[in-house]
């Protein structure tokens, strides 16, 4: 039975007009084979467990064989891309293939990056390496087991294509699920081309898909910008709490939901280290970690500037000087409960003020200090820790709650298991040079749930729990990736 792939399309996006989109459908692909698939994205759109399997799931998702229902376009948008100006991007090689109504009548984006050159594709080949979707599939999934807003990946299809970077490079298509794929660049792109009636046929459509609670109210605008300002801010404090640097931080890569969009060169934390930046291109440290609550803030202001005329100019400054305060509420918040701490108070300040000077100094591997923290409160040896360590355990004791209790709640938040580069390297190395997409399954399921250690499912999967979350060796520390990977 294949009945599941019969998917309730409803293309909402489609309603918009030509201004918005070219229409365009995939690119025919020669034996498309799957390299992963992720169950858990797959409910999204009520596929059951075995849908990747199946060859018919691989020849429709792969754009050979157009779903029923599926109406692809390539969204028109333009962007601020380090810190200047493109008024020429748009999905040069990504399609929305549609948008598919779940069992629960939620509503998901199917996207497909990688499936052949658009009219924004200025002169580029319009797919996607495996290297680069393999990478942005194991993040995708590995942000949602963490916790943060992301799109998803529903599977990596290779396709039998070499494509020219540096060198030549097998291709592959990455299925997108997303709950919206408006960026901020698509705002810029109708306000920069002088099509101000676009920009209100834009925020109309985002303010009744994706906030329908204010479709009454009058000054919904408004709200809308004061709820993206909310989002970008929360989304922005869990970054920065879990140690996930994005890298490419440019408002075509911005999405109004507040979700985490479009992963190139990103990283996770290993050794803190505040101004690194994964992104190779990136000389100046433009979106070095430490720069991302600020970047978040920039990129808001570049949306303002195209709904200045329909929300006006005093209102928005208002909405834009609630970032800051926002952002640091819900990054405090986020700081305490990875500290096991719910006192946030001067003294909560001064420790975590303390703690990043340690952290710095001292180059602890992030991730793994608050599981160290969780586990052996005491047991600093080292002088400086060691005082710091007493001064945690006295706020600790205010608490009020066992250490049982305070460890149960440290690790449900804090992962023992993040995606290290050099475990992302040893499956793309497997992939790539042999074929062996085992250790990209591995992974995927490792971090689904990346707080705990499933005896059971790590036994299935052959995942030696220890051996993924050790530190990063060395020679992998602070890697940066180049944007075309
Ligand atoms: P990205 O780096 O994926 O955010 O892409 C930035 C812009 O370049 C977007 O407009 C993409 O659609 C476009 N782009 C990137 N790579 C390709 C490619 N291989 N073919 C066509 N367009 C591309
Ligand atoms: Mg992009």
């Known amino acids: 039975m294949t009945d599941y792939l019969n998917l309730n399309f409803q293309n909402r996006f489609i309603g918009l007009g030509p201004e918005f989109y070219q229409a365009k459908a995939p690119d025919p692909v020669t034996d498309p084979y799957l390299v992963d698939f992720s169950p858990l994205a797959g409910q999204l759109i009520d596929l059951p467990p075995e849908a990747g399997g199946n060859k018919n799931f691989i020849d429709r998702f792969s754009g050979n064989n157009l779903m029923e229902g599926a109406e692809p376009l390539a969204m028109a948008y333009s962007g601020h891309q380090f ?256 500290l096991g701490l719910a006192i946030l108070d001067s003294e909560f300040t001064q420790l975590v003020q303390r703690m990043f000077q340690l952290l710095h100094e001292h180059q602890f591997d992030y991730t793994n200090f608050f599981r160290f923290l969780a586990d052996h409160p005491a047991n600093g040896n080292n002088g400086e820790l060691k005082s710091w360590l007493s001064q945690y355990l006295a706020l600790a004791q205010r608490e009020g709650i066992s250490h049982e209790e305070r460890k149960a709640q440290m690790d449900s938040i804090n992962p023992k298991f993040i995606l290290r580069n050099h475990l992302l390297q040893t499956a793309l190395d497997k992939a790539l040079k042999e074929s062996d997409f085992s250790e990209i399954v591995r992974l995927r399921i490792l971090l689904e749930d990346p707080f705990q250690d499933r005896p059971e499912v790590f036994e299935k999967y052959g995942i030696d729990s220890e051996h993924y979350a050790q530190d990063t060796p060395e020679t992998f520390l602070c890697r940066q990736t180049s944007c075309s990977a």
């Open 83 to 338: 810190g200047s100006y493109n008024p020429r991007l748009g999905d040069g090689r990504g399609l929305l293939l549609g948008e598919v109504q779940n069992q629960n009548q939620e509503i998901w984006d199917i996207h497909l990056k990688g499936a052949g050159p658009t009219r924004f594709a200025r002169g580029f080949d319009g797919r996607a390496t495996l290297n680069s979707s393999i990478r942005e599939h194991l993040a995708s999934e590995a942000l949602n087991g963490l916790g943060i807003p992301t799109t998803r990946s529903l599977a990596v299809i290779g396709i039998r294509e070499l494509i020219y970077r540096q060198k030549p490079e097998l291709a592959a298509i990455l299925v997108r699920i997303a709950d919206s794929h408006i960026r901020f660049g698509s705002f810029e792109f109708f306000h920069y081309t002088g099509q101000e009636k676009n920009v209100r046929r834009l925020l109309e459509f985002s303010i009744q898909n994706y906030y329908q609670d204010i479709i009454e109210e009058s000054d919904r605008y408004r709200i809308f910008f004061q709820r993206t300002v909310q989002c970008t801010a929360k989304l922005i404090a869990k970054w920065q709490a879990v140690g996930f640097i994005h890298g490419v931080m440019n408002t075509d890569n911005m999405c109004i939901t507040g979700t985490t969009f479009d992963y190139g060169p990103y990283g996770f934390m290993d050794r803190f280290a505040p101004d690194h930046t994964p992104n190779h291109s990136d000389t100046h440290g433009r979106y070095a970690y430490n720069q991302q609550p600020e970047i978040g803030f920039w990129n808001l202001n570049k949306l303002a500037e195209t709904l200045v005329t329909l929300i006006g100019a005093e209102n928005l400054e208002e909405e834009m000087k609630q970032y800051q305060p926002l952002f640091n509420r819900f990054y405090r918040e986020e700081i305490g409960k990875k």
